[in-house]
Nanobody, 125 residues
């Protein structure tokens, strides 16, 4: 069983920045990728960003591209999500996710095997 622990959420004004962290309990599962998703009240969980552990490639949703940056630290088994120029519509619970094997996509929740508990991000206008 792999545990993922997110941190770094909070309340920020529009235009501000936050950095989310996701620490994984072990490394061996992360050969293929880790991602961030978010879910706002009454909405489905949506893809935000992902990083391919093996190749170092990154992927972003159109709504966060340019503003958000995903990165990883293999030595610390940690993935980060730097969020800049935050908007009220970024308000959501943010979840970290990990794939135990590559399933052809990083964009869909069912491509991931492990999930963190979520961290709340609230952006005020």
């Amino acid at each position: 069983q792999v545990q993922l622990v997110e941190s770094g959420g909070g309340l920020v004004q529009a235009g501000g920045s936050l950095r989310l962290s996701c620490a994984a309990s072990r490394r061996t599962f992360s050969r293929y990728g880790m991602g961030w998703f978010r879910q706002a009240p009454g909405k489905e969980r949506e893809f935000v960003a992902a990083v391919s552990w093996s190749g170092g490639r990154t992927y972003y949703s159109d709504s966060v591209k340019v503003r958000f940056t995903i990165s990883g630290d293999n030595a610390k088994n940690t993935v980060y999500l730097q969020m800049n120029s935050l908007k009220p519509e970024d308000t959501a619970v943010y979840y970290c996710a990990a794939q135990s094997e590559y399933r052809g996509s990083y964009y869909y929740p069912n491509s991931y095997d492990y999930w963190g508990q979520g961290t709340q991000v609230t952006v005020s206008s």
